[in-house]
């Protein structure tokens, strides 16, 4: 009888709840997804040799080692080791192997142990795959409790292919980030971007099959997963995607390769690092390596050590305060020369702040890269509440001729679903700002949905000249009005006046003081 998605996602949910009585729910990703991929990957190779046993009854007298060769040569594409062999017994780094000492003391030693075999024994697949693990101390998880979790979690149908597709597995991976980024409040923003977002991102930037995808942010991986899935949605082959990403944090990264995994998808790689500190896909001759796609929700307003003397600066260095355009640079130069194409996530301040952010903007419409300019809606994200914007990008002499010089304003601010937490954006809403993206518009600003809220325009550059470079939606369509306003937009701007007149009331003063004028109140 097949499995439901239903099915496993009650029973992954119900192990992770043994969870309660020893942490936030915040910190359940990092001791239940390396659980659950463990028992996947115990549960696969467990598969596949007893595919091997019947395929191979009795071995002809082969030796150990010329049946191991033959069985990871043709069945198995990773190696669960033993942990232990001896007079008494063997053992494997297997789930079944763990569970069957689950009422001895250290089992969170053995665990540890079985996952760090894993690693070792696969290091082109694995290497640091589950992350720092702390959570295998008893100090920080009892016996007991981690007992619980993996008994609950047994209690889940064999995880295999043969027992359930990748797509149920996925789905239930993709169930248990979303219900963990639901009961955490602001850190899920660290690895979670929500689906109809990614989905928008990925439905605009449309990769092709063989295409190579990047996200130098990848969180969780959700970005890529998404290309593979739409392409495979509209009869295209996912796997053939070349998917890259890097994530800063260690155990983040390992939640996006146990993610690539459960979809299976094998053609990518995962970088642990610093994105704009130590970019790790570089050519090699040390540039920054390029690509066809490259998509990102990274952290907002970030502070930063600026780059000296970098060349993907693009315009000028953005300010420590903020790191949102120096993203934008390191995605402009990992754009492929002949179809790379960029979409990136950020708050509305990036369109009209000024100073270095605005000398960068600059830059970027006289050199044509800007395609595009989508307003989302507020209270999207589960990390922030303010309103946020898509900016797309093309390769310098590749937008579309009807695109050239000029970059095409969309406001979707009002188009959105009220949740439980947060708001979002249905297929409808998605599919329509997909197809205003691919439309093409004159510079009247007519809505491109009057009564659903839904409004285009392309604007060409030299307006945006005359604007001095803002590229605040609401100067180029009438629908953005001063009523939907945001209050990050706003304290935004707020901010940025009061520095400029706290900074002209300091030369006053000192032009004052060194006149022989005293006596003004600071």
Same mark, same amino acid.
């Given at each position: 009888?097949?499995?439901?998605?239903?099915?496993?996602?009650?029973?992954?949910?119900?192990?992770?709840?043994?969870?309660?009585?020893?942490?936030?729910?915040?910190?359940?990703?990092?001791?239940?997804?390396?659980?659950?991929?463990?028992?996947?990957?115990?549960?696969?190779?467990?598969?596949?040799?007893?595919?091997?046993?019947?395929?191979?009854?009795?071995?002809?007298?082969? $030796?150990?080692?010329?049946?191991?060769?033959?069985?990871?040569?043709?069945?198995?594409?990773?190696?669960?080791?033993?942990?232990?062999?001896?007079?008494?017994?063997?053992?494997?780094?297997?789930?079944?192997?763990?569970?069957?000492?689950?009422?001895?003391?250290?089992?969170?030693?053995?665990?540890?142990?079985?996952?760090?075999?894993?690693?070792?024994?696969?290091?082109?697949?694995?290497?640091?795959?589950?992350?720092?693990?702390?959570?295998?101390?008893?100090?920080?998880?009892?016996?007991?409790?981690?007992?619980?979790?993996?008994?609950?979690?047994?209690?889940?149908?064999?995880?295999?292919?043969?027992?359930?597709?990748?797509?149920?597995?996925?789905?239930?991976?993709?169930?248990?980030?979303?219900?963990?980024?639901?009961?955490?409040?602001?850190?899920?923003?660290?690895?979670?971007?929500?689906?109809?977002?990614?989905?928008?991102?990925?439905?605009?930037?449309?990769?092709?099959?063989?295409?190579?995808?990047?996200?130098?942010?990848?969180?969780?991986?959700?970005?890529?997963?998404?290309? &593979?899935?739409?392409?495979?949605?509209?009869?295209?082959?996912?796997?053939?995607?070349?998917?890259?990403?890097?994530?800063?944090?260690?155990?983040?990264?390992?939640?996006?390769?146990?993610?690539?995994?459960?979809?299976?998808?094998?053609?990518?790689?995962?970088?642990?690092?610093?994105?704009?500190?130590?970019?790790?896909?570089?050519?090699? %001759?040390?540039?920054?390596?390029?690509?066809?796609?490259?998509?990102?929700?990274?952290?907002?307003?970030?502070?930063?050590?600026?780059?000296?003397?970098?060349?993907?600066?693009?315009?000028?260095?953005?300010?420590?305060?903020?790191?949102?355009?120096?993203?934008?640079?390191?995605?402009?130069?990992?754009?492929?020369?002949?179809?790379?194409?960029?979409?990136?996530?950020?708050?509305?301040?990036?369109?009209?702040?000024?100073?270095?952010?605005?000398?960068?903007?600059?830059?970027?419409?006289?050199?044509?890269?800007?395609?595009?300019?989508?307003?989302?809606?507020?209270?999207?994200?589960? $990390?922030?509440?303010?309103?946020?914007?898509?900016?797309?990008?093309?390769?310098?002499?590749?937008? &579309?001729?009807?695109?050239?010089?000029?970059?095409?304003?969309?406001?979707?601010?009002?188009?959105?679903?009220?949740?439980? %937490?947060? %708001?979002?954006?249905?297929?409808?809403?998605? &599919?329509?700002?997909?197809?205003?993206?691919?439309?093409?518009?004159?510079?009247?600003?007519?809505?491109?949905?009057?009564?659903?809220?839904?409004?285009?325009?392309?604007?060409?550059?030299?307006?945006?000249?005359?604007?001095?470079?803002?590229?605040?939606?609401?100067?180029?369509?009438?629908?953005?009005?001063?009523?939907?306003?945001?209050?990050?937009?706003?304290?935004?701007?707020?901010?940025?006046?009061?520095?400029?007149?706290?900074?002209?009331?300091?030369?006053?003063? &000192?032009?004052?003081?060194?006149?022989?004028?005293?006596?003004?109140?600071?």
């Amino acid at each position: 009888m097949a499995v439901t998605q239903q099915e496993i996602e009650n029973r992954l949910w119900d192990a992770a709840d043994e969870l309660r009585v020893a942490m936030p729910e915040a910190q359940y990703s990092s001791v239940v997804f390396p659980l659950m991929f463990w028992k996947y990957l115990s549960d696969t190779w467990e598969h596949h040799h007893q595919e091997f046993l019947a395929d191979n009854e009795g071995l002809d007298g082969l $030796s150990a080692e010329e049946a191991r060769e033959i069985e990871y040569r043709d069945y198995q594409s990773f190696e669960i080791p033993f942990i232990h062999r001896g007079t008494v017994g063997e053992r494997r780094a297997s789930w079944s192997s763990i569970l069957a000492t689950i009422t001895k003391p250290g089992l969170g030693l053995r665990v540890r142990a079985s996952l760090q075999a894993i690693e070792t024994a696969n290091p082109d697949k694995f290497s640091r795959l589950f992350g720092a693990m702390t959570w295998t101390s008893e100090a920080v998880l009892s016996g007991e409790v981690l007992a619980a979790v993996m008994q609950a979690m047994d209690r889940t149908p064999k995880m295999h292919e043969g027992n359930m597709s990748h797509d149920v597995l996925g789905g239930a991976y993709e169930y248990l980030l979303k219900r963990f980024s639901d009961g955490s409040g602001t850190r899920a923003g660290q690895f979670f971007t929500p689906r109809e977002v990614v989905e928008l991102i990925v439905e605009v930037l449309d990769p092709k099959g063989f295409e190579s995808v990047y996200d130098p942010t990848c969180g969780s991986g959700g970005m890529l997963i998404a290309s &593979a899935n739409l392409l495979k949605a509209r009869g295209g082959r996912g796997y053939t995607l070349k998917l890259h990403g890097q994530e800063a944090v260690p155990d983040t990264a390992g939640v996006a390769r146990m993610n690539l995994f459960m979809h299976n998808l094998t053609q990518f790689q995962i970088e642990v690092g610093d994105t704009l500190k130590d970019p790790r896909f570089k050519k090699p %001759n040390g540039s920054i390596a390029q690509f066809d796609v490259i998509l990102a929700n990274p952290p907002y307003s970030l502070k930063w050590k600026p780059w000296t003397n970098d060349p993907r600066a693009l315009g000028g260095v953005a300010p420590q305060s903020s790191a949102d355009w120096a993203f934008v640079q390191h995605m402009i130069a990992s754009m492929g020369p002949k179809k790379g194409r960029a979409g990136v996530v950020l708050p509305h301040g990036v369109l009209f702040r000024g100073g270095q952010e605005a000398a960068i903007r600059q830059r970027v419409v006289d050199d044509d890269l800007l395609e595009a300019v989508i307003g989302l809606p507020a209270n999207l994200f589960y $990390s922030t509440a303010i309103p946020t914007c898509i900016l797309v990008f093309r390769a310098p002499g590749t937008k &579309a001729a009807e695109r050239r010089e000029g970059v095409l304003f969309i406001d979707a601010s009002t188009r959105f679903t009220k949740a439980k %937490n947060r %708001n979002v954006l249905t297929e409808g809403d998605i &599919a329509d700002v997909v197809t205003a993206y691919h439309s093409n518009f004159a510079t009247d600003g007519n809505p491109v949905d009057p009564d659903g809220g839904l409004a285009a325009r392309f604007v060409p550059a030299a307006e945006i000249v005359a604007n001095g470079y803002d590229l605040n939606i609401g100067r180029y369509i009438k629908q953005a009005t001063a009523e939907q306003e945001d209050l990050g937009t706003l304290i935004d701007a707020y901010n940025i006046a009061r520095v400029e007149r706290q900074k002209t009331e300091q030369r006053m003063l &000192a032009v004052l003081a060194a006149a022989g004028i005293e006596g003004i109140d600071e």
